[in-house]
C-alpha cells in the first residue's frame, strides 16, 4: 500500500565508501524527485526526473548521479562519500501537470544517511 | 532565483489555542504556487494546504487556513483548535508556474509545539 518507498530507511557507512538509495513509486506518476534535508532541517532539491529524463540537475556534487530504470523508480548513488553527505535523503514523485498546474508532491519516509 | 523565509524558528501554543506562521517569500513571477507541508516526529512529509497565486480566496483545509497576500508576499498559515497530533516542523514551500521539474524551494521551517 505504499506510495512513496525508499530502502533503506538508515544507513551508516564510512567516508569514502559508495552507497546507492532505492525509490520505488506506485502512484503511477510520471515525475520523480530527491530532496536532501541536512543537520538544520533545510530542505533543498537535488534531482528531478520526468519519464525517465533528467530536467533538474541543481548544483549537486558530480559524486551523486540519479538513475531511473523506468517511471517508478529512481535510485540515487553517491560515490566516494564525504562527512558533508550526511543527511537525510527524500524521494518524492508526482504528475508533472502542465495546463492544470502541478499536482501534489508525495514524499517517501527519508533515508538518514551517516557518513562516520 | 526565488527565497522562502520563514522568521519563527519555533512557536509553542496550547491545545485548542490558535497559532499562525509567518511565511514570505521572494519572486517577480506572476504566476507560481505556494504550499504548507506538515514534518512529525516521523519525518514523514505530508502537505498541508496549497494557494494558487492567481486564486484570490486563501485556501482552507478544515482546522487549517492561509492568509495569501500577494503585494506583500506574505503567506501565512493558521492553525486553529490546535491539537497535540499538530507538533511538527511546518514549512512553507514556493513552486513556479510551468517550471521545469516542478521545482519546490523551501523555507527554513518553524518547529510547532503543542502544549496539553
Known amino acids: 500500500d505504499t506510495a512513496v518507498s525508499q530502502t533503506p530507511k538508515y544507513l551508516v557507512t564510512q567516508m569514502g565508501n559508495d552507497k546507492s538509495i532505492k525509490c520505488e513509486q506506485n502512484l503511477g506518476h510520471d515525475t520523480m524527485y530527491w530532496y536532501k534535508q541536512d543537520s538544520k532541517k533545510f530542505l533543498k532539491i537535488m534531482f528531478s526526473?520526468?519519464?525517465?529524463?533528467?530536467?533538474i540537475n541543481e548544483t549537486v556534487p558530480n559524486r551523486f548521479s540519479p538513475k531511473s530504470p523506468d517511471k517508478a523508480h529512481l535510485n540515487l548513488h553517491i560515490n566516494s562519500l564525504e562527512l558533508g553527505d550526511s543527511a537525510v535523503y527524500f524521494c518524492?514523485?508526482?504528475?508533472?501537470?502542465?495546463?492544470?498546474?502541478?499536482?501534489?508532491?508525495?514524499f517517501g519516509p527519508g533515508t538518514r544517511l551517516t557518513v562516520l | 532565483a526565488q527565497t522562502v523565509t520563514q522568521s519563527q524558528p519555533e512557536m509553542s501554543v496550547q491545545e485548542a489555542e490558535t497559532v499562525t506562521l509567518s511565511c514570505t517569500y521572494d519572486?517577480?513571477?506572476?504566476?507560481?504556487?505556494l504550499f504548507w507541508y506538515k514534518q512529525p516526529p516521523s519525518r514523514q512529509m505530508i502537505l498541508v494546504i496549497r494557494q494558487e497565486a492567481y486564486k484570490q480566496q486563501n485556501a482552507t483545509e478544515n482546522r487549517f487556513s492561509v492568509n495569501f497576500q500577494k503585494a506583500a508576499k506574505s503567506f501565512s498559515l493558521k492553525i486553529s483548535d490546535s491539537q497535540l497530533g499538530d507538533t511538527a516542523m511546518y514549512f512553507c514551500a514556493f513552486m513556479k508556474h510551468g517550471a521545469a521539474g516542478n521545482k519546490l524551494t523551501f523555507g527554513g521551517g518553524t518547529r510547532v509545539l503543542v502544549k496539553p
Open positions: 526526473y520526468n519519464n525517465k529524463e533528467l530536467i
Open positions: 519572486t517577480s513571477e506572476n504566476n507560481y504556487y
Open positions: 518524492a514523485s508526482s504528475l508533472f501537470g502542465l495546463a492544470g498546474g502541478p499536482t501534489e508532491q508525495f
